[in-house]
């Protein structure tokens, strides 16, 4: 599977959008795009996912690149219940996903 | 709805002890079942996953081992722990013609 790259961690103040990047060079045309998060103690919890076009759901919204070598996570309004670290995964299997997390980037709020 | 369910939730164990782990769906059919590991400050690694009963795949070597005995039962096994053993076991499913993988609460084990 391609590999992805996040930073290790970000800040941003409370009910401020938030921009969460993922690097993704050498995704293939075949690769889906996918969002978790993980809270505290808990196990990770779909956010999004997509392929090609700019997506939008009540949680969040994910930006593509055109050439899709990258991607944004969008938090349109950060709360405190939004710390978590969050991953970027491809995966080319759509409907039979063997993720590959890697470390996320931990994302804190400030209030 | 669907629920994924854990047991227990968390266990310690002796360096030398079986391990026996827990992980049953409720609400969905043959659901696509994975095992996760995550050990302290570290991201998920995937373990074993299975498609139907009885069909396993193990991504990783290691002194675990997994079993399916019914369609929605997934069983993580060890017949000795390691220390390296620790760390925070999760349970996920994905159902037919979906995309979205759900995980179970998880499992802390400690190995000391």
């Known amino acids: 599977d391609a590999k992805t790259t996040q930073p290790n961690s970000m800040e941003s103040n409370e009910e401020e959008p938030v921009h969460l990047p993922c690097n993704h060079s050498?995704?293939?045309?075949?690769?889906?795009i996918h969002w978790y998060r993980q809270l505290p103690s808990q196990g990770p919890e779909y956010v999004i996912h997509g392929l090609t076009s700019n997506v939008n759901n009540r949680m969040a919204s994910l930006a593509i690149a055109e050439d899709r070598k990258s991607s944004t996570l969008i938090l349109h309004r950060a709360t405190l219940r939004d710390a978590a670290v969050y991953y970027c995964i491809l995966s080319a299997n759509f409907g039979n996903e063997k993720l590959t997390f890697g470390t996320g980037t931990r994302l804190t709020i400030i209030p | 709805s669907q629920t994924i369910h854990q047991w227990p939730a968390t266990l310690v164990q002796p360096v030398g002890s079986p391990l026996s782990l827990e992980c049953t769906v409720e609400?969905?059919?043959?659901?696509?079942l994975y095992w996760y590991r995550q050990a302290a400050g570290r991201g998920l690694q995937l373990l074993f996953y299975?498609?139907?009963?009885?069909?396993i795949s193990s991504e990783v070597p290691q002194n675990l081992s997994a079993s399916r005995p019914q369609d929605r039962q997934f069983i993580l096994s060890s017949k000795k722990l390691l220390l390296s053993d620790s760390g925070f076991y999760l349970c996920?499913?994905?159902?037919?013609?979906?995309?979205?993988?759900?995980f179970g609460p998880g499992t802390r084990l400690t190995v000391t």
């Open positions: 996920a499913w994905i159902g037919p013609g979906t995309y979205e993988q759900y």
């Open positions: 299975s498609v139907g009963i009885g069909q």
């Open positions: 050498t995704i293939s045309g075949t690769d889906y």
């Open positions: 609400g969905t059919s043959n659901p696509n």
